[in-house]
Each structure stands twice: as C-alpha cells, then as structure tokens.
C-alpha cells in the first residue's frame, strides 16, 4: 500500500511539471494561436483596458500603466480589430507576430511628463531576481499628446515600447520594469510572468 502511493504522489508530481503553466507562452503552438483567436473574438466588444486587464499593470492616471506584449495578446488583439466575425488571421499574420516577438520580452508603456518631448529621454531597464537587465531596443513618443490636466502637471502623456532579450528572463518570473522619467523619479512597474498568456 505504502509504494502504491508512493507511486502515485510521484506520477502526480511528474505530471505537475510536464503540464505546462501560465507563463508567457513563446513559440505560440497552432493549439494557443486558436485560443489566442477566440479570445480575441470573445472580446470584440472589450475596451482596451479590459480587453488586456490580463497583461497590465496600472499606477494610475497621471503616474502611467505598462503591459507585456505577448504572441497571446497581440494575436487576440488582431483577432478583436478584423472587421468581420467570419475572419480570423491566418497562419502567415500568426507567423509575422511570432518573429517580431521572437526572444523578446516587450512592453508598451503609458509615461507622463512636462515637456512635449519628454519621452525621447526616458530610460527603461528590468530587474530580474539580483540583475538589472537594459533594453535591447526602444522606441519613444516623439511628440507626447497632451493630458486632461494640460498645462499643469503631468501636461503630456507618451507611449514608448521596450524591449529585454528573452534568453536573460525565465518566463515564469516576477519581474520589475523601471523607467527614468526626466526631473521626476522612476516609476516601477511589478509584474508576475506567470499569469500572463
């Protein structure tokens, strides 16, 4: 009785770690592509900050918000954007998306500054257990839209996108993206990889 369950909790423990997580799914299989799909048809209706609640961290407004570009969510997201339900994108869009994001760990980020070309000075990096990783490639707002609160502070808002080299990050990590705004302090965004698709 005793090795019968002894073999049980092994084969029960084999399986936990074969099965596979939650984590930022790379190297999207046809089976995730067609998940990926459905989500995003599911959500045709979803505004942006629900549609990736998923992939986001927000600070809040006039502080900045950031999300993890994945194969997952950028499938999806063409998915909701086709402008017909009977479309889905085919396997050439799913293979251009695969490429772009292949070993890369992106994100997107919301950031808030004073001076219309704020962004173009910002600074991000990724902590990753002791390590502080830079960015491989970065692409920042050249002229920021102005914000509700314009022309007192926080007058401008920039989308920037950064991106770190996937072989540096275990995509089950937490993580901690941090970004230097010019004359104001950094803003740090948490993220647990694990929960994201």
Known sequence: MHKRLLFIGVFITILLI?????AVLVDLTEEQAQEAIKYGKEKKDA???????????DLGDGKGSAR??????KVAFEAKNLPFEYISPGKGDIEKI???????????????GDTVDFAKDCQAFLRYKNKT????????????????????????????????????????????????????KKVEFPFDLSKMR
């Open 47 to 57: 505004d942006y900050l629900e549609f990736f609640k998923e992939w986001r961290v």
């Open 133 to 184: 990783l830079r960015t491989t490639e970065e692409r920042h707002t050249e002229v920021a839209e102005s914000t509700r609160s314009w022309p007192k502070s926080p007058a401008y808002k920039a989308i920037c996108y950064y991106y770190f080299d996937l072989h540096d990050v275990d995509p089950n990590a937490n993580v901690v993206l941090e970004v230097s705004l010019p004359g104001r």
């Open 68 to 73: 993890v570009i994945t194969e997952f969510s």
């Open 98 to 112: 695969k490429e772009e994001l292949r070993d890369r760990l992106a994100f997107g980020v919301a950031l808030y």
């Open 18 to 22: 074969a099965t596979p997580s939650g």
